[in-house]
């Protein structure tokens, strides 16, 4: 018997929304709180819900949303006490500012080395978390040519990057 197209895309999915639930709220209990919530959201919605690409668009974008409210929420509550924090040492802002400028450089490569379609594939795959079945539909390729296209990105990246260390 074939299952729901909201409990298929949910079971195929679970590892990457728990991956990007915790990426974006900075802790494993309130991940798995984001993705429980986010199917039980959907949940009465499942007659409505077509096929399954439509169920994984609709899982991603709702566990997504509701970590940003939990964000924003969390931040809107928080209290300053300056007891609390410490001043920074020198070697944490220097650390801090290092990994900014890596960062900085890596988004430069980024947009200067890579092709139209190959940037929009790395930010689908990478910032975004979607499938390589996902990607090539959504861009009318073929998978291979996907990763194709990701693994040179990614060989860019990495040639360029070397180059300017």
């Known amino acids: 018997m074939k299952q729901e197209p909201l409990l298929s ?11 990007m639930s915790r990426r974006i709220l900075q802790d494993e209990d309130d991940a798995t709180d984001a993705v429980q919530d986010a199917f039980c959201r959907l ?10 690409r439509e169920a ?5 974008t709702t566990t997504r949303n509701l970590c940003i409210d939990r964000v924003r929420q969390k931040s809107r509550f928080t209290e300053y006490d300056p007891e609390s ?8 802002t220097v650390e801090s500012d ?3 400028e890596r ?3 890596v988004k430069r490569l980024i947009d200067q080395e890579l092709t139209e379609n190959q940037r929009t594939i790395l930010e689908m795959r990478d910032f975004r978390g979607l499938e390589i079945d996902e990607i090539a539909s959504q861009l009318h390729m073929q998978p291979t040519a996907v990763r194709m296209n990701l693994s040179r ?6 040639e360029q990057y070397k180059k300017t260390e």
């Open 98 to 100: 290092a990994v900014s």
């Open 9 to 19: 895309a949910f079971t195929r999915l679970r590892d990457n929304l728990l991956s």
């Open 153 to 158: 990105a990614r060989k860019t990246i990495r």
């Open 43 to 52: 949940w009465p919605l499942r007659g409505k819900i077509k096929d399954e």
């Open 85 to 92: 924090y410490d001043l920074c040492d020198e070697e944490t």
């Open 56 to 60: 994984s668009a609709l899982t991603v």
């Open 103 to 105: 960062f900085a450089a």
